[in-house]
Nanobody
Framework: QVQLVESGGGLVQPGGSLGLSCAAS????????MSWYRQAPGKERELVAVITSTGGSANYADSVKGRFTISRDNAKSTVYLQMNSVKPEDTAVYYC?????????WGQGTQVTVSS
């Protein structure tokens, strides 16, 4: 059974940093790219960052490029999102996503609120 469990969300001040984690289980983690999405109130869910199965390459949404870093530890079956220089518009529920044999799996999400 595929499971994705996010953690690390919370309240952070503008300009601050926050790190998210997504622990994966139930599939061969090393075979699949992983991604982070977010959904702000009243908006559609959007891609934030994606990383290849080996961790050798990543891509980012223009809105977070240069501020966020996606990484993974295949030995721990965990993908991370380091968020630096956060802005109020980064406030959203952040989701981890995997696509396995054509089926999309989501975590339960973790709330990130950027506010002073």
């Amino acid at each position: 059974q595929v499971q994705l469990v996010e953690s690390g969300g919370g309240l952070v001040q503008p300009g601050g940093s926050l790190g998210l984690s997504c622990a994966a289980s139930g599939f061969t983690f090393t075979l699949y790219p992983m991604s982070w999405y977010r959904q702000a109130p009243g908006k559609e869910r959007e891609l934030v960052a994606v990383i290849t199965s080996t961790g050798g390459s990543a891509n980012y949404a223009d809105s977070v490029k240069g501020r966020f870093t996606i990484s993974r530890d295949n030995a721990k079956s965990t993908v991370y999102l380091q968020m630096n220089s956060v802005k109020p518009e980064d406030t959203a529920v952040y989701y981890c996503r995997a696509v396995i044999r054509g089926r999309i799996y989501w975590g339960q999400g973790t709330q990130v609120t950027v506010s002073s």
